[in-house]
């Protein structure tokens, strides 16, 4: 992996999406972070004396059972030293490390968010202790969202006035779609669908490695009423192993 650092001055993240032929790990995300120096003045947010780069409040997304990685520099811009001396992490969802890029200067702190987060919001904020008199704490907010690693669009399915009551009507013919899709990276396997109301049926149309296209459809007419029920997609994922999509059909 290589990087081209024209234009870039501070603290800078990169990822990209690694394929492998192992069967245990078929697929991981590669994060770069890194500082680059340049000629420029540093860019960020100017709180009290110090320049946080890029800014002092980070976000991002990832999907359970993934992490995301960051880093942030502070600069010191008087000509007095200021140092560090102090990182709390204040929290489980972020590891966070300290290093010294340039006593009394110059620092970074590198972190990376829990891979065992459930699905939702977490903010965590760190707090740096320094030796300067007129700002002896900087806080830094970090928040990070958790998706589910795998999800179903849409999220119900409702077929409105089969017309089993047409000798003539191909029930055959009715179909809608559902996309079964992982959060990161690809490897995603549909390992069975089943569904509670035996007139529905559901097979795989279409799979590219990220993503599965289901359709569904009917075995045979239903009886004439409105039916509810559940399909059932079984996937590889480890924390995602089972969807439900409620699905309901009136016939008449």
Do not use: C
């Not at 690694?18 to 890194?34: G, I, K």
């Not at 997304?61 to 992490?67: A, R, V």
């Amino acid at each position: 992996m290589t990087f081209n650092s024209t234009g870039y001055n501070g603290a800078v993240t990169k990822h990209a999406e690694v394929y492998t032929n192992d069967p245990e790990r078929p697929q991981f995300t590669l994060m770069m972070s890194m500082v680059v120096v340049g000629d420029e003045a540093p860019r960020g947010r100017q709180v009290g004396p110090f320049i946080i780069g890029p800014t002092n409040e980070w976000g991002s997304n990832t999907p359970q059972g993934s992490s995301v990685n960051g880093l942030i520099t502070i600069t010191n811009t008087t000509q007095q030293p200021i140092r560090i001396t102090k990182l709390d992490p204040n929290g489980a969802a972020f590891a966070a490390s300290l290093q010294i890029l340039e006593d009394g200067k110059r620092y970074s702190v590198g972190f990376v968010s829990s891979t065992t987060l459930p699905v939702g919001g977490h903010k965590q904020t760190l707090k740096l202790t320094t030796d300067s008199k007129d700002m002896p704490e900087l806080e830094l907010r970090l928040e990070v969202v958790v998706s589910p690693a795998v999800i179903v669009n849409p999220t119900s399915l409702a077929f409105d006035n089969v017309p089993v009551s047409d000798p003539e009507a191909e029930i055959s013919l009715v179909s809608k779609f559902l996309w079964v899709r992982a959060g990161r990276g690809a490897g995603l396997e549909i390992k069975s669908i089943t569904s509670d109301l035996p007139f529905v049926k559901a097979k795989i149309e279409m799979m590219d490695g990220a993503s599965v296209t289901l359709r569904v459809g009917f075995s045979e007419k239903p009886p004439k009423g409105t039916h509810t029920g559940k399909i059932r997609i079984e996937t590889n994922n480890s924390n995602v192993k089972t969807l439900e999509v409620p699905i309901t059909v009136s016939a008449k």
